[in-house]
């Protein structure tokens, strides 16, 4: 891999590129993870993958189901009295195996467990959507301020092999100027009793749950900041499954140099895609976003090639993910998707909801 190319590229991505064990030197250990929240993502997805990592490994897990939890300890080696509720959590301050939290909960939870985490002493790695509203997350970056402790959003397309081939394209103008960049990412949402489904918990439909995606595609493809948005949404209510969130969303963002991107989030459709189109050529990626099996696709000239791209840094994006976290820790440095980067998506996530809301544009 390129590795020189890429950290000029991509800027604050070099820490990510560092080799192996370069950026360690300064501790002896990998730095311990409390998982908080065992339901999919955290004990099916992220769990797992400590294997794959080599500066983070599990020490403790959070759970209101303590039966599970000793299960996982069990599997994973986490010692019994590294298990905590949701009501003794506070207690991890007198871990000091744990250096991370990892808060995997539903989204209206992130906040509390973010900001009762930094109390404890801890750094934290809170998982997308950062939180619900602009209020949150400015509370939790106060409070990992506050406490000095570091707070990276879950973002793990920016550890993603095909994601990180194709800013570095698009910033090196495989496609040409960039005029535009289209995405839209959703699932079939089933059962309507999943927390996903409730405003309270969720803060909000496929928007908040997918159409991040979209959203943060649309600013890394671009390598820009939107300045307006104007957002249309569409949701049949008689569906009891959307009587509290919104199915589907569409939103127009528009980027100081003229480009646009149109975005879309549904619970009613799989679609899982990105495409930049420039004044010399595209960049496509279908699926885009997926845990594996994404394809990209460079048109340029009447020329259609498939890209692969150079392997990622590290084995998969989640322990790509994971190691960096606890290699900005180590070294001091802000993990390079912040709790700045989620409060930016967040306050552009309150205009979509705005903008459909009272029905016209909303400068950001
Ligand atoms: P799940 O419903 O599968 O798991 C959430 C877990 O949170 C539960 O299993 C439970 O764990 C705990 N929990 C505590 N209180 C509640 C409550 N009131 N209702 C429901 N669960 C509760 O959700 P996911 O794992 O799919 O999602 C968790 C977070 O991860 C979300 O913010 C989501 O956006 C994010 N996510 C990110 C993905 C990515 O690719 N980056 C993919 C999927 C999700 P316990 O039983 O241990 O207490």
Same mark, same amino acid.
């Given at each position: 891999?390129?590795?020189?190319?890429?950290?000029?590229?991509?800027?604050?991505?070099?820490?990510?590129?560092?080799?192996?064990?370069?950026?360690?030197?300064?501790?002896?250990?990998?730095?311990?993870?409390?998982?908080?929240?065992?339901? /999919?993502? =955290?004990?099916?997805?992220?769990?797992?993958? +400590?294997?794959?990592?080599?500066?983070?490994?599990?020490?403790?897990?959070?759970? =209101?189901?303590?039966?599970?939890?000793?299960?996982?300890?069990? @599997?994973?080696?986490?010692?019994?009295?590294?298990? /905590?509720? /949701? @009501?003794? +959590?506070?207690?991890?301050?007198?871990?000091?195996?744990?250096?991370?939290?990892?808060?995997?909960?539903?989204?209206?939870?992130?906040?509390?467990?973010?900001?009762?985490?930094?109390?404890? =002493?801890?750094?934290?790695?809170?998982?997308?959507?950062?939180?619900?509203?602009?209020?949150?997350? &400015?509370?939790?970056?106060?409070?990992?301020?506050?406490?000095?402790?570091?707070?990276?959003?879950?973002?793990?397309?920016? +550890?993603?092999?095909?994601?990180? &081939?194709?800013?570095?394209?698009?910033?090196?103008?495989?496609?040409?100027?960039?005029?535009?960049?289209?995405?839209?990412?959703? +699932?079939?949402?089933?059962?309507?009793?999943?927390?996903?489904?409730?405003?309270?918990?969720?803060? =909000?439909?496929?928007?908040?749950?997918?159409?991040?995606?979209?959203?943060?595609?649309?600013?890394?493809?671009?390598?820009?900041?939107?300045?307006?948005?104007? @957002?249309?949404?569409?949701?049949?209510?008689?569906?009891?499954?959307?009587?509290?969130?919104?199915?589907?969303?569409?939103?127009?963002?528009?980027?100081?140099?003229?480009?646009?991107?149109?975005?879309?989030?549904?619970?009613?459709?799989?679609?899982?895609?990105?495409?930049?189109?420039?004044?010399?050529?595209?960049?496509?990626?279908?699926?885009?976003?997926?845990?594996?099996?994404?394809?990209?696709?460079?048109?340029?000239?009447?020329?259609?090639?498939?890209?692969?791209?150079?392997?990622?840094?590290?084995?998969?994006?989640?322990?790509?993910?994971?190691?960096?976290?606890?290699?900005?820790?180590?070294?001091?440095?802000?993990?390079?998707?912040?709790?700045?980067?989620?409060?930016?998506?967040?306050?552009?996530?309150?205009?979509?909801?705005?903008?459909?809301?009272?029905?016209?544009?909303?400068?950001?």
């Amino acid at each position: 891999m390129d590795i020189g190319r890429r950290d000029v590229l991509l800027g604050s991505a070099a820490l990510l590129l560092a080799p192996a064990g370069s950026a360690c030197a300064a501790t002896e250990r990998p730095l311990g993870y409390a998982i908080v929240g065992l339901g /999919y993502y =955290g004990l099916d997805v992220i769990i797992p993958q +400590f294997v794959n990592c080599e500066h983070s490994r599990l020490v403790a897990l959070v759970s =209101g189901d303590r039966a599970k939890a000793q299960r996982v300890a069990r @599997a994973h080696g986490v010692p019994e009295r590294a298990i /905590y509720s /949701y @009501a003794d +959590f506070d207690k991890i301050r007198d871990n000091p195996e744990i250096d991370i939290v990892y808060v995997c909960l539903p989204n209206g939870m992130h906040a509390e467990y973010t900001i009762r985490a930094a109390r404890a =002493g801890k750094h934290v790695l809170c998982e997308k959507p950062m939180a619900i509203s602009v209020a949150e997350c &400015e509370a939790m970056i106060t409070a990992c301020r506050k406490a000095d402790r570091k707070l990276m959003i879950g973002y793990r397309c920016h +550890f993603e092999a095909h994601n990180l &081939e194709a800013m570095r394209l698009a910033r090196s103008g495989a496609a040409g100027k960039i005029r535009y960049v289209r995405s839209e990412h959703g +699932f079939v949402q089933g059962d309507p009793s999943k927390w996903r489904l409730k405003r309270a918990l969720s803060g =909000g439909g496929s928007l908040m749950d997918m159409g991040i995606y979209s959203l943060q595609a649309a600013r890394y493809m671009t390598g820009e900041e939107p300045v307006a948005v104007t @957002a249309r949404e569409s949701t049949d209510r008689r569906d009891p499954r959307f009587s509290e969130v919104e199915d589907m969303i569409e939103w127009t963002l528009e980027f100081p140099s003229g480009a646009i991107a149109g975005c879309q989030s549904m619970y009613s459709a799989n679609q899982n895609h990105i495409l930049l189109m420039g004044d010399a050529g595209r960049i496509e990626l279908e699926p885009a976003t997926r845990y594996d099996g994404n394809q990209m696709w460079v048109g340029k000239d009447g020329r259609e090639r498939k890209i692969t791209p150079p392997p990622g840094p590290a084995k998969t994006q989640f322990a790509g993910q994971l190691d960096h976290m606890a290699q900005s820790v180590m070294t001091g440095r802000q993990p390079i998707v912040s709790g700045e980067e989620g409060l930016r998506d967040m306050r552009i996530v309150e205009a979509i909801y705005r903008s459909a809301r009272e029905g016209r544009t909303i400068k950001l």
